[in-house]
């Protein structure tokens, strides 16, 4: 049950329009209204009963919670509306409550394997704020082999202002990349840098979750211990 009064960012985020940090930026930018007046301050409150419109369309909150993994295929945008594109990850998450849902972090259109769906704001908020470190892995494919040396720089933070966690080359012109952060096209950009091109880029992992079998396209319920384990290895930020 949702206890009133709720903040207006924590409603927004149950409403299924972000993360808490992302509904905050909602406010801020004069995009709510509750009751029919535009809201700008962090601290306002929600009462039961009161109406919250974001950008003209009523936000509604759900009782339920909602955890995703999705194995993302090249093509897709996370992002719930873009007049430019077609092609929406969400989409691909066949369930009656998907319009609640967004998508954890992001994976470029380009790029396909693991992402998190959810209507849960603080969930959201634990797995991306970059002071809990969570760990990213990625499989990458090149246009030209791979050498340790260009991996230990980028370990070692030679290529600013990228750097990853740990690496392991598996292959001539494929290696696993860890990542904490993971900043726009961080990967693409840091190969850039060493004077590659990456051909292929897939998610495998998000900390104790893995993309394992599944199949490209097809999503599935996070498990109770995915989420336990996930939630304690990153508790909410300060």
């Excluded at 409150?45 to 999705?70: H, I, P, R």
């Excluded at 945008?77 to 929406?88: A, G, I, Q, S």
């Excluded at 998450?93 to 998508?103: G, H, K």
């Amino acid at each position: 049950m949702i206890e009133y009064p709720i903040r207006l960012q924590a409603y927004l985020a149950k409403s299924g329009l972000g993360s808490r940090r992302s509904c905050e930026s909602l406010i801020t930018q004069g995009r709510v209204k509750v009751d029919g007046r535009t809201v700008r301050e962090l601290g306002t409150k929600v009462e039961e009963g009161q109406s919250v419109f974001v950008d003209d369309v009523e936000a509604k909150v759900s009782e339920k919670l909602y955890y995703y993994a999705l194995n993302k295929p090249v093509g897709f945008v996370c992002t719930n509306y873009d007049p430019n594109e077609k092609l929406y990850a969400r989409s691909l998450i066949n369930i009656p409550d998907q319009d609640l849902l967004f998508n954890v972090g992001r994976l470029d259109k380009e790029s396909e394997g693991l992402i998190l769906f959810t209507n849960d704001g603080d969930f959201a908020n634990k797995v991306t704020h970059p002071s809990n470190e969570v760990e990213k892995e990625y499989l990458v494919t090149l246009d030209a082999p791979i050498t340790k040396e260009n991996m230990d720089l980028a370990a070692k933070g030679k290529v600013a202002p990228y750097r990853i966690r740990g690496y392991e080359i598996v292959g001539k012109k494929q290696v696993k990349v860890t990542l904490t952060e993971g900043k726009n096209r961080e990967l693409r950009n840091l190969f850039y840098e060493l004077g590659y091109e990456v051909k292929a880029l897939i998610r495998l992992r998000i900390a104790s979750i893995e993309l394992g079998t599944l199949k490209t396209g097809k999503y599935r319920a996070l498990t109770s211990v995915e989420l336990r384990s996930l939630i304690k290895q990153n508790p909410a930020s300060k």
